[in-house]
């Protein structure tokens, strides 16, 4: 390993594109009775395709955004759980709230798209026994180990799950700097080592703090190289580390008590009124921050493509 900081000015890019024939490449085929990772669920939409979500509240999954698209109807998604034991009623959840992290522009001119991020509102809680992730409050390192898990290319009932070593991160971290994008190689120097393809978009990366896993990031693209001088084609996967986006996801994943909506109703009110008597000049919205110019040499990027069902 170790190359990616020096080849990756000429990969290329991409939304992590459906292959009918593969699955998390690598790794192995996560239990159905195994509870580790039974919070890790596919999404399945009514016009076609199997991606990946991860629960993050008791009715909230977070994924990632280029899966659900711009002005996406809940109605098409379905959110589905298989661990073994559950009723039939404990493992399928309709989407009723898609929740957009702003600021996402998608994959443009083969750059890394950030804020890459979509949280789903269920609607009912899941059962007690599966498990709900809990964010990293510390952001990925170099060299660190991460654990991978989604549903790419296998369907909405087979899981896979496999490790990885985090080998680049943007922006560079430093002082006033964290990164919010991370990449890593796949080189097959391990048994369990893995990669994502097709349905992989929006399933979770895992590290284990202190023997409790915890939600890292979410992978959110593909990338590949096809000729390393002495090397070969050579490619991997990436996305967007939570530990930058918690205030987002934090605030997404707030459900209102009944009691509290009309409270909350008026103080939106009121705030617009104020908003209004103030005559506050009007920013225009914040832009994600474009990545690095090393992610500007994409030689060409692939957009999400629903599978076959």
């Known amino acids: ?171 560079t971290p430093g002082p006033g700097a964290s990164a919010d994008v991370f990449a890593y190689d796949f080189d097959t120097d391990s048994a369990n080592q893995a990669t994502v393809v097709g349905g992989d978009s929006g399933s979770p990366v895992f590290v284990n703090e202190g023997g409790v896993w915890k939600l890292a990031a979410i992978s959110t693209f593909s990338w590949t190289n096809p000729d390393i001088p002495g090397t070969g084609p050579v490619r991997g996967g990436g996305g967007m580390i939570v530990s930058a986006y918690a205030p987002w996801i934090q605030q997404a994943t707030v459900v209102p008590e009944p009691a509290t909506h009309a409270l909350f109703a008026i103080g939106m009110l009121m705030l617009v009124a104020c908003i209004r008597a103030m005559k506050l000049r009007r920013f225009p919205s914040a832009t994600p921050q474009p990545a690095r110019e090393i992610f500007r040499r994409a030689q060409n990027r692939m957009t999400e493509t629903p599978r076959a069902r």
């Open 1 to 171: 390993m170790n190359q990616l900081a020096r080849f990756l000015g000429a990969t290329l890019l991409c939304a992590l594109p459906a292959l009918p024939a593969a699955a998390l490449e690598g790794g192995a085929v996560d239990s159905n009775a195994d509870p580790t990772f039974a919070g890790v669920g596919s999404l399945s939409r009514s016009t076609g395709g199997t991606f990946s979500g991860v629960l993050i509240g008791s009715r909230h999954v977070l994924t990632a955004q280029h899966v659900v698209g711009a002005g996406a109807s809940a109605s098409q998604w379905t959110f589905n759980l298989n661990l073994d034991g559950l009723a039939s009623g404990d493992r399928t959840f309709a989407v009723t709230r898609i929740i957009a992290a702003p600021g996402f522009v998608g994959f443009v001119n083969g750059e890394v798209a950030r804020n890459d991020l979509t949280v789903l509102e269920l609607d009912h809680d899941v059962p007690a026994g599966v498990p709900i992730y809990g964010l990293s409050d510390s952001p990925l390192q170099l060299g660190q180990e991460i654990t991978l898990v989604g549903y790419g290319g296998t369907g909405a009932t087979v899981k896979r799950r496999g490790t990885n070593i985090v080998e680049f991160l943007d922006p």
